[in-house]
């Protein structure tokens, strides 16, 4: 697997720690104080990157409401595409400002950007890195643009087939850009369990060389965590401080509580998965003495045989292992053994004293 470094010293690849996305999106709810706060609990929260998006309604649709345009099911029924993207839409006279209260902070920030126009006010920012949305997977002519910036990129896959996969992936190299990472992600919103369909995210690392992750939409910590012990390596998560705050993607985000709790999950998954790796571990050393061994349940006297009667297999594991039994039975003792002692092979012998 390629690792891809992106953001001063922070890389993802196969050894590395999971890298964890917060998702302001809509979450501001038209409020630049609310955005700012957002991004201090996402990094109290434990996220490594706050990601925004960077688009108006004017360049990502256009205000239309005939029937191509309407949204006619789930959360947002009723709303045209103008409409919704009017309400969610991060205002691009905060972007710096939001990058520049990251960096004080020391949370990476990046950003989704909808067009080329959206790439040349995120250069100009100075951002380090990209994200691809999902639903631009498809946008070869905005992949490449991206690419063409020499950046690391982030590109989710929802929805895409293989074949589209592959051309995304062949337009970000096509521009001389290794510096990929993809995400497995179902467009719901939210997203159910059964549709995530994990071993997709496996088999894209496999076919692409490339770290993989979940973008996640649905409710919960299952998904993250269990996309961390099938190898991934990005996690993102909608972020938003409370789900009474309305906007268009409250319903599917993350509280800080709930966002620092899959943190510490997905951590300690991270952690459990550790490297192959047999026999006794530091922690089990305490306890290895509750393996079972031969002792003498009787005492026995100096030149008696050992048999099932006075010697047996029980715990603790200070006498001969199990599978030395059949060959102590029969044999005598070289001395008078206690009832409790450990056996040894230099306590009997094949010698009688009788």
């Not at 004080?104 to 990046?110: E, M």
């Not at 001389?176 to 990472?181: I, K, M, P, T, V």
Request: net charge negative.
């Amino acid at each position: 697997m390629q690792e891809i470094k992106i953001h001063r010293k922070t890389i993802i690849g196969a050894n590395t720690p999971v890298y964890i996305i917060a998702e302001m999106s809509a979450n501001h709810a038209g409020s630049l104080s609310r955005a700012k706060e957002i991004i201090h609990a996402a990094k109290e929260a434990g996220a490594d990157c706050i990601k925004i998006q960077t688009y108006t309604p004017d360049t990502i649709t256009i205000d239309c409401d005939n029937e191509f345009f309407c949204i006619e099911n789930g959360l947002w029924k009723g709303e045209t595409l103008y409409q919704l993207y009017g309400k969610a839409y991060t205002p691009w006279e905060w972007q710096p400002e939001l990058k520049e209260e990251a960096d004080r902070i020391g949370i990476d920030f990046f950003s989704t950007p909808f067009d080329p126009t959206a790439v040349d006010f995120l250069e100009e920012m100075g951002v380090d890195f990209y994200k691809i949305a999902s639903f631009e997977l498809v946008d070869i002519p905005l992949i490449e643009y991206v690419a063409s910036k020499g950046k690391p990129m982030i590109m989710s896959t929802g929805m895409a087939s293989l074949a589209e996969i592959e051309e995304a992936v062949q337009a970000v190299r096509g521009q001389g850009n290794g510096q990929l990472a993809l995400l497995r992600c179902a467009s719901a919103y939210p997203a159910i369990t059964e549709e995530m369909n994990l071993k997709t995210m496996q088999n894209m690392g496999k076919v692409f060389d490339v770290p993989v992750g979940l973008s996640d939409h649905s409710k919960g910590s299952v998904g993250a965590v269990a996309a961390v012990t099938l190898g991934a390596k990005v996690i993102e998560k909608h972020f938003c401080l409370d789900r009474e705050i309305e906007n268009p993607d409250a319903a599917f985000s993350m509280t800080p509580r709930e966002f620092a709790q899959m943190v510490k999950d997905v951590r300690q998954a991270q952690t459990a998965i550790g490297t192959v790796r047999y026999g006794c571990s530091r922690q089990e050393k305490s306890n290895i003495g509750f393996r079972r061994s031969v002792f003498a349940v009787e005492d026995i006297r100096q030149g008696e045989k050992l048999t099932e009667k006075n010697v047996r297999i029980i715990r603790p594991g200070y006498g001969l292992a199990p599978k030395y039994f059949p060959q102590v039975l029969g044999q005598v003792a070289l001395r008078d053994i206690k009832k409790g002692t450990p056996i040894q092979f230099g306590l009997i012998g094949e010698e009688s004293y009788e």
